[in-house]
C-alpha cells in the first residue's frame, strides 16, 4: 500500500502546470572505427523528439536534439541540461528529465563518432542531476544488412545497458535489450525495431486503459511485447527489453497525452495481430503495428491517405482510410475486405504490388472543331510512378450552314490512351504531366439545302442533297494536369494540352496550324 502511494503523489505531482519538463534526444549513426554505420540511428532521435513534442510533453526550449553529434557535444548539453535543473531546484521548481540515446553500444558503455562513451560517466550524470524525476532510454545497436544488430558481443555478465541502482531519487532505466542480446535496426521501418514499436505506443497503442494518456510502463510495456513479437528472417527475435527503476517515490508518469485536434484511426473490435498501415500515395510501408485485441484504440497518425492490411486464415484484408478531410476514421473488421490475386507478398509478409483502379469521365474541346468537344469515359490504372488511362469515346457535332445552305454533322467514335507521371504531390492532390494518343472515325454528312430537298441534275447526273464521307483523325497531345482528391474516393481534375490532330494524315480542319491547346475536365471515383 505504501509503494502505491509513493506512484501516486509523484505521479501527481508530474501533472502540476510548475513542473519543468526537459528531454534530451540523441542518435549516432557512426560507431566505432570498425563498426559499420547505422543508417537511422539519427533518425531515430528525430522522431522520438517529434513524438513528444507533438504529444506535449517538452516545450520547444526544452528540447534538445543531437543528430550525429560528437562526444563533446554531448557532453556539453548533459552540462547545460544539469545547470537548468540546478537552477529549476534552487527556484523550488520540480523538474523532469528524459535522455534518449540510439546508436551503437557494448556492455563497457556507447559508441559515439569513434570514441567510446563509458558507462560511468552516464551513471554519474544520472546520479548528480538534481531532478524529481530522471528518465533514461537506451537502444544501443550494431549495424547489419536487412536487421541490423544493435549492441555488442555475446558475453556473460550484467544486463547489457543495466545501469547500476541509482541513488538518486526518481530514475528509471528503459533499455531495449538484455544484456548479451542484438537490439535490432530494420529497413522496413527505418529505424530501430524496439524505437518503432515504443513510439507506436506513443501514438495511442499503448492506451490499455483508454484514458487518452500514455503512461511510461504502458509504453513500455507495449514496446516490449510487440518487440519480442516481430520475427526475423523467419525466426522470433531474441530481443528482451528491459525495465529498472531506483525511486523513493514510486510512479507511473503520463508521457503523452492523445489531443482530440490529432488526426487518428479509431480501431474497433480489431483482432490481436500485426497490421501493416501504408502511404495510400507511395503504396509503401508507414508502419506495422501490433494490435492488442482491445475493444476500442486510438492510433495517431499525420493527415494522409492510408491502406491497411492484416492476414488472417492465409489471405490478406484490406481496407483504406482517409485522414486528409477528417480527423477521425473509424476502423472496424467489416470494413476489411479480401485482397488475394492483385496484392504480392514477400517472405516477411509485406505487400509489395499495390495498384488501384477507377473510372473518370472527362470532356476535352477540340482545337481544330470549335464547336466539337470530347467526351471520353476511361479505365484508369494507378500505379506509385504512373497514372494509365484507356479510353473510348464519342462526340458529335450539328453545323448549320446558315446563308451558305450547307449544314455539316460530324460524329466522332475513337479509343485512346495516356501515360502520365506525378511532378508534385500533396494530401489533397497531385499535378501530373504525361501524354496521350488517340484515333478516331469521323462520320461526317454535309447536306445542301440551296435548292430544297430535291436531287439535282447535273450533267446526266443525279446528285443528291446529303454527301457522307469518312476519314481517320490521329490525335496526340501533351497534357498538364491538376487532380483534387475529395471524401469517399472521388476526385476532380483539370487539364491543358498542346494539341496534334491529323486528318487522314494531314492538318485537319481550317486552323492555321497543326496544333492547337486542348483543355479540359474529369471527375473520377476509385473502386
Known sequence: MTWMLRWLLIGCALCRADVQRIGVFMGVD????DERPLHYASRDAREMAEAFRQAGTFDEDRLYLLANPSLDKIKATLEEVKGRVRELRKSG??????????????AEGLHVGGKSWPKGDLTSFMESLESNLKILILDACESGDFLRSKGGHLVEGPNLVQMDRLESRGTVVIS??????????SEDYHGAVFTHHFLNGLRGLADYDGDKSIRLMEAFDYARVSTKREEIMGQTSQQNPEFDFDMTGESDPIVARIGQRQSRLLLQRMPAGPMEIYDGNSMTLASKVWLTGQDSLSFV????????????NHESRVAEVDLTWQTTALVRPEAFRRKAKSMLYDKGGHILDMHFNGM??????APMFRTLNLSQAEYVFRGYWTKQSLGISFTGTDLDGGPTGLANSIRMAGVGYSLETPLWRAVHGQVLVGAQA????VFQTVTDARFGNSPVQANGETIGTDRESTAGLSRFTLPLEGEIYFPHRFWLSATIAPALYLYDFKTAGSAPSPWGWEPGVAVGHQF
Do not use: C, D
Open 176 to 185: 531495449s535489450s538484455s544484456r548479451g542480446e542484438m537490439a535490432q535496426e
Open 301 to 312: 497518425l499525420p493527415s494522409n491517405k492510408y491502406i491497411l492490411a492484416y492476414r488472417e
Open 360 to 365: 473518370q469521365l472527362s470532356v476535352k474541346r
Open 30 to 33: 557512426q560507431g566505432l572505427e
Open 93 to 106: 521548481t520540480e523538474s523532469l528529465v528524459m535522455v534518449y540515446f540510439s546508436g551503437h553500444g557494448g
Open 438 to 441: 488517340s484515333y478516331h472515325w
